[in-house]
C-alpha cells in the first residue's frame, strides 16, 4: 500500500507555490534612452497696470484733494508726520475750501503736538464744514478734546456743549452726546477743584506772610 505524505509535510512547498502564483511578474527593465524634453511654455507677459484716473472734480476720477489726502493718511500710518504734514497742505492748497484737507491737517499737527496750528486747522475745517454734518461733528469733537489739552476748561465746556447741540439738530450724523456729556461734568468738576485749590493756597500764602511780619516784629 502506498505511503501517504502527512499534510505537515506538504506545507513548505504549498506555500511556495502559492506564493509564487500570487506574485506579479517582475517590471521589465527601464529603456536606457531617455525621452525627448518637452519644450517649455513661454511665460504670458503681465498685463501692464491701468493708470489712475485722475480728474479735478473728482466726478470720473480721483480728485487731487483725495490723491493728497491719501498720501497724507499714509505717511501717519508711518508716522512719518512731517510727510503728512506735507501732503495736507498740498490738499488744502488743491481745495482751500473744502473742510478735510483742513481737519486732516489738524489731526497731523495734533500729533505732532502742535496744538495752537493744530487748533488753526479746525477753526478753519469748522468754517468750511457747514454742509457736512459728519465732518462737522468731527471737528467739533476734536476742537474740544483739544481745549481740554490746552486747559482752557471754560472754552472746552462750551465746546462740548456745541457738540451735543449738533448731534441734537443731526440726528443722521454718527455722534456720542453722552460722551460729551460726561466731558463736560468732568470739566466742571475740574474747575471746582481748581478754584478750591486756589482758594487754599491764597490762604497758605496770607499765612506765611503773616507769620513772616509776626517774625520780624518780635525780632526788633
Known amino acids: 500500500m502506498r505511503t ?13 507555490t ?42 470720473t476720477g480721483v480728485s487731487p484733494l483725495w490723491e493728497q489726502v491719501s498720501k497724507g493718511d499714509s505717511a501717519v500710518l508711518a508716522r512719518d508726520f512731517e510727510g503728512a504734514l506735507a501732503a495736507y497742505r498740498a490738499a488744502v492748497a488743491a481745495s482751500p475750501q473744502h473742510p478735510l484737507g483742513h481737519y486732516r ?8 503736538g502742535d496744538l495752537k496750528e493744530a487748533e488753526l486747522a479746525y477753526v478753519a475745517a469748522l468754517r468750511f464744514a457747514a454742509t457736512d454734518a459728519q465732518l462737522k461733528a468731527h471737528v467739533l469733537f476734536c476742537l474740544a478734546d483739544l481745549r ?40 466742571e468738576a475740574w474747575k471746582q477743584l481748581s478754584a478750591a485749590s486756589a482758594e487754599v493756597k491764597a490762604r497758605i500764602e496770607q499765612r506765611l506772610k503773616a507769620a513772616e511780619e509776626s517774625v520780624k516784629k518780635s525780632s526788633k
Not at 491737517?105 to 505732532?112: D, E, H, I, V, Y
Open 4 to 16: 501517504r505524505l502527512p499534510w505537515l509535510a506538504m506545507a513548505p512547498f504549498l506555500l511556495a
Open 18 to 59: 502559492s506564493a509564487s502564483a500570487e506574485s506579479p511578474p517582475s517590471a521589465a527593465p527601464a529603456p536606457t534612452t531617455a525621452a525627448p524634453a518637452t519644450p517649455a511654455t513661454p511665460a504670458t507677459p503681465a498685463t501692464p497696470a491701468r493708470p489712475i484716473r485722475k480728474d479735478t472734480a473728482g466726478v
Open 105 to 112: 491737517l489738524g489731526q497731523a499737527q495734533a500729533l505732532k
Open 148 to 187: 481740554e489739552r490746552q486747559r482752557a476748561i471754560d472754552e472746552a465746556i462750551q465746546r462740548w456743549s456745541d457738540y451735543e447741540a449738533h448731534a441734537k439738530v443731526e440726528p443722521k450724523a454718527k455722534t456720542f452726546p453722552a460722551s460729551a456729556a460726561e466731558r463736560k461734568k468732568q470739566n
